[in-house]
């Protein structure tokens, strides 16, 4: 089975310019999540997704992040215009709905935003 | 909001030596707790996790502990081995039958195996 795919591994922009994140979940996985993760920190979920609904997207910068899950597959993340405080790595995380709770995480893209 | 907090930042443990990780949580309507572990470039991997309705889970080397009335759960790894160097999380979130909210993790513990 493969796991959940994210691409870019790694982008380097400049501030102020737009940048997009990829995330396909793993087969059948319902639930997808984003998570920012700083630095020596541990990931900060930003938005959860059930198939094509955001049902949690309260620790999401709405003024310059968005987010969209078309078809309830999918998901992209948007930054624009980007800033030097959004430089991170960007997870995306999915699961299963029913059941079991284990959420399985991508690779992330690394951003640096200069 | 739920809030985790995790000890210690760093552990160094020599290798075969067993090595634990606590973690506390705030939010009493938490009832999954799972454990990452995170390489360097890697997203997290899960490695154990936990419901509330259990105390203890034990995976081969692994184990977690969970006190729900303290609010706090701890990792176990035995006869450490040098591929157990990693940064490992704690996290906690609710599941309430209509999905499962985000995870809320604490700080990270790196840990070293020293030879």
């Known amino acids: 089975e493969a796991g959940v795919v994210q691409s870019p591994r790694y982008k380097i922009i400049e501030k102020k310019q737009p940048v997009a994140f990829w995330c396909n979940p793993i087969?059948?996985?319902?639930?997808l999540y984003w998570y920012r993760q700083n630095l020596g920190q541990g990931p900060e979920l930003l938005i959860r997704?059930?198939?094509?609904?955001?049902?949690?997207d309260s620790q999401l910068p709405k003024d310059r992040f968005s987010a969209e899950r078309l078809k309830g597959v999918d998901s992209t993340l948007k930054i624009q215009p980007a800033e030097l405080g959004d430089s991170a790595v960007y997870l995306c995380?999915?699961?299963?709905?029913?059941?079991?709770?284990?959420?399985?995480f991508g690779p992330g893209t690394r951003l640096t935003v200069l | 909001g739920e809030n985790v907090e995790q000890h210690p930042s760093t552990l160094s443990v020599q290798e075969g030596d067993s090595a634990v990780i606590k973690c506390t949580y705030s939010?009493?309507?938490?009832?999954?707790f799972p454990w990452y572990k995170q390489e360097l470039g890697k997203g997290p991997q899960l490695i154990i996790d936990?419901?509330?309705?259990?105390g203890e889970k034990k995976d081969q080397r692994i184990a977690v502990t969970l006190n729900k009335t303290a609010k706090h759960f701890s990792l176990h790894i035995t006869e450490t081995q040098p591929e157990d160097s990693a940064v490992y999380f704690c996290?906690?979130?609710?599941?309430?039958?209509?999905?499962?909210?985000?995870?809320?993790f604490g700080k990270g513990t790196h840990l070293i195996i020293q030879p």
């Open positions: 995380a999915s699961r299963v709905r029913e059941g079991r709770n284990e959420q399985f």
């Open positions: 087969s059948g996985h319902n639930t």
């Open positions: 997704y059930e198939n094509e609904e955001a049902v949690d």
């Open positions: 939010d009493s309507a938490s009832n999954y």
């Open positions: 936990i419901r509330s309705n259990v």
């Open positions: 996290a906690a979130s609710r599941d309430s039958g209509g999905g499962a909210d985000g995870l809320t």
